[in-house]
């Protein structure tokens, strides 16, 4: 009972980096910390909890870095809706053989990480992820406590069902993406439209969704928030490594003003970004409305 109560008494908030946060999200943090500080396969560690590298246990440094999202959804927590965690490794640049890695071990694209994947947590427990050869899905069975293989060589349909944004947004939206969310919603049956509004508020959610089911998540910028001119989603430890994975789905990821979010050397370890992910269809469409070709 006390482990129970432990886990009931992680209610409230903290607040960290401007925002709000589940204590759920510093015991996800805190967990994930002392789990693979000690693992040996690290150098440093970067957390959307944490203003600063983390390092690992002495004599415990590896050849790779992780940055993580340790409790993705943090909004859901108390409605009890699915959230995740979410993970990205990329092979350090310092030394190879010794020490604590560096902030540049973290600051390197997307396009140069070896492994990224998430963990979802609902009526299911979900690990997926890609080494760079594909996507593999593996499903928890609570009854031995492994996971076991049960969606291999993943690949998101080409032409999307679904589309995901959150609408009470709208008025801040620009033209352009307010011009392909009415495409969308208009009826052309021969196109397959009108696609389906979904839109859960956790990132890993509405990605796990589209990726089975064919879809688009779209967090661009807007203007409803002047302090965060270039979007509200991570690089490192959302944009990046699910960019990576919709890519080997054979997906896209893009932010909306020209760049692939594959290719952008992050700046800082917190730097955000518009995120636009999903089947390659609807993000090459969503492109041509920025862009002014329809």
């Known amino acids: 009972m006390a482990g129970l109560a432990d886990i009931i008494g992680l209610s409230g908030k903290i607040n960290v980096q401007g925002e709000n946060v589940q204590k759920m999200d510093e015991f996800a943090n805190n ?9 040996g396969y690290l150098c440093a560690i970067a957390s959307e909890e944490e203003d600063d590298v983390v390092p690992v246990a002495e004599g415990y440094e590896g050849k790779y870095t992780l940055a993580i999202d340790p409790l993705d959804g943090s909004s859901n927590i108390d409605v009890n809706v699915s959230i995740g965690t979410i993970f990205s490794i990329h092979r350090r640049r310092s030394s190879l053989t010794m020490g604590q890695g560096t902030l540049e071990d973290l600051l390197q694209k997307g396009s140069e990480q070896v492994a990224a994947g998430y963990i979802i947590y609902g009526s299911s427990t979900m690990l997926v ?3 760079g050869d594909g996507v593999q899905g593996f499903t928890l069975d609570p009854s031995v406590g492994e996971f076991y293989l049960s969606h291999p060589d993943m690949k998101i349909p080409e032409r999307a069902k679904y589309f995901s944004i959150n609408e009470g947004n709208s008025r801040f939206w620009d033209e352009g993406i307010s011009r392909y969310v009415d495409y969308v919603k208009d009826v052309d049956e021969a196109d397959g439209r009108p696609l389906s509004a979904r839109y859960i508020g956790t990132l890993v959610s509405d990605f796990h969704r589209n990726l089975i089911a ?5 967090y661009p910028k807007d203007k409803k928030n002047p302090q965060l001119p270039n979007g509200k989603l991570r690089l490192l430890y959302e944009a990046a490594p699910f960019a990576f994975l919709v890519q080997q789905a054979g997906g896209r990821a893009i932010t909306g003003d020209g760049r692939n979010i594959l290719n952008i050397v992050p700046e800082s370890l917190h ?9 390659k269809r609807e993000v090459d469409m969503v492109e041509n409305f920025l862009l002014g070709r329809v």
């Open 271 to 279: 730097q955000r970004v518009p995120l636009i992910i999903g089947s």
């Open 129 to 131: 992820f890609t080494t």
């Open 214 to 218: 064919g879809g688009i998540f779209l």
């Open 31 to 39: 967990t994930i910390k002392k789990r693979m500080s000690r693992c």
